[in-house]
């Protein structure tokens, strides 16, 4: 499966932007979607996953009631909806999907497809 992320920008703190990642090659009903993100000198750090049903969300607590994952099917893309966004957020983003994760693992970053990434800076 290919992956393509977009949506990225610069945006004042307390802010919002949607990030999208498509998918092509496969449905996303076959796959674990997750949020990462890895700001400059530090570890990608994992962001959000979305189950294969859409059933079951997971969150980094920095995130929690600020970011919202959802999917849409009809476009087989993952969106990662950001609100409230703090300088602290800034960091390239990249979308992963895996086929065989179980729940406990969705921050793991041993996904198996990756997308490219896109640039998200929040001005204080």
């Known amino acids: 499966v290919q992956l393509q992320a977009s949506g990225g920008g610069l945006v004042q703190a307390g802010g919002s932007l949607r990030l999208s990642c498509a998918a092509s090659?496969?449905?996303?009903?076959?796959?674990?979607v997750g949020w990462f993100r890895q700001a400059p000198g530090k570890e990608r750090e994992f962001v959000a996953a979305?189950?294969?049903?859409?059933?079951?969300?997971y969150y980094a607590d920095s995130v929690k009631g600020r970011f919202t994952i959802s999917r849409d099917n009809q476009k087989n893309t993952v969106y990662l909806q950001m609100n409230s966004l703090k300088p602290e957020d800034t960091a390239v983003y990249y979308c992963?999907?895996?086929?065989?994760?179980?729940?406990?693992?969705?921050?793991?970053?041993?996904?198996?497809?990756w997308g490219q990434g896109t640039q998200v800076t929040v001005s204080s």
């Open positions: 992963a999907a895996d086929s065989g994760k179980i729940y406990s693992d969705y921050p793991r970053a041993s996904y198996q497809y």
């Open positions: 090659g496969h449905t996303y009903n076959r796959y674990v």
């Open positions: 979305l189950s294969r049903n859409g059933g079951s969300l």
